[in-house]
């Protein structure tokens, strides 16, 4: 075996050194102001390319960002929460994420999509995911009718995780947070998506959202006016090209993990 060969083997990391190394640089990483406007400004010039809307999960188009995607995945794999809720379906990328994620950690696929109206397309896609234990609910999400439904599926859940991924406009955001976090069970987790509307424009198309109206000056409210739901840090600064900066919620009216501060 050579000299740099050694060299090399010597230099690499056990387990544990390598874990606490990679904590410090995330930490670093989460509170590096500079480093984060220049995700944004990469994520403002990005989106004139529809950035977003290019990816797919296995082979379904998945209308989030690939940083996302991926702590989604720790989350699912350290978590294991027993149901994934997900408002606003589009194409069903989403969805099929969950599932797969579900089976990947040998779980029962315990899956909820809703949305206002599935389109033909969406169906298509998600063929293999409807016969394998996913649920869609049609109709508005704040709907007594959709919120009966989604109740009586998690009646027994243990811990749910809810994505909030639908109408972005505060008034909508806030009401799904107060229904669906008066519903879901102590230990659950919200994420709500696309609290980068209130940083930069993040479409060209025209919305009833806008930097003063949108998912995160929503959650600012609910958490204010809420105790028993927590900023969880851990998540929300997890990723820096992310759309959900600050936008993981935990239910947790023992122990408050993170004492919310409105930036």
């Not at 709907?143 to 809810?162: G, H, I, M, P, Q």
């Not at 509307?197 to 000056?217: F, G, L, V």
Request: negative net charge.
């Amino acid at each position: 075996m050579t000299e740099s060969h050694n060299e090399y083997l010597n230099s690499v990391d056990g387990e544990q050194d390598f874990v606490a190394k990679r904590s410090r640089w995330q930490n670093g990483m989460s509170q590096d102001t500079e480093l984060y406007i220049s995700a944004l400004n990469f994520l403002s010039k990005a989106s004139s390319h529809n950035f977003v809307y290019q990816w797919s999960w296995l082979g379904v188009p998945i209308i989030k960002l690939p940083e996302d995607i991926l702590v989604i995945q720790e989350f699912v794999f350290e978590e294991k929460p027993e149901f994934i809720v997900e408002i606003g379906v589009a194409r069903g990328g989403g969805i099929k994420l969950y599932s797969s994620l579900q089976r990947l950690c040998s779980m029962p696929t315990k899956v909820i999509g809703i949305d206002i109206k599935f389109f033909p397309h969406t169906l298509t896609a998600l063929k293999d995911e409807l016969e394998s234990g996913v649920i869609l609910i049609e109709g508005d999400s704040i709907s007594r009718d959709v919120l009966t439904k989604v109740e009586l599926l998690l009646k027994n859940a243990s811990k749910t995780f809810l994505i909030l991924d639908g109408n972005h406009s505060h008034k909508q955001v806030l009401q799904e947070l107060n229904l669906y976090g008066d519903l879901l069970s102590e230990g659950s987790t919200i994420l709500v998506a696309d609290t980068i509307a209130h940083e930069i424009n993040i479409s060209e198309k025209k919305r009833e959202w806008n930097q003063s109206n949108n998912p995160k000056t929503a959650l600012d409210q609910f958490l204010r006016e809420r105790k028993d739901w927590t900023l969880d840090l851990k998540w929300s600064r997890r990723a820096l090209i992310s759309e959900s900066r600050d936008g993981w919620i935990r239910k947790d009216s023992s122990k408050l993990m993170f004492p919310y501060q409105e930036a």
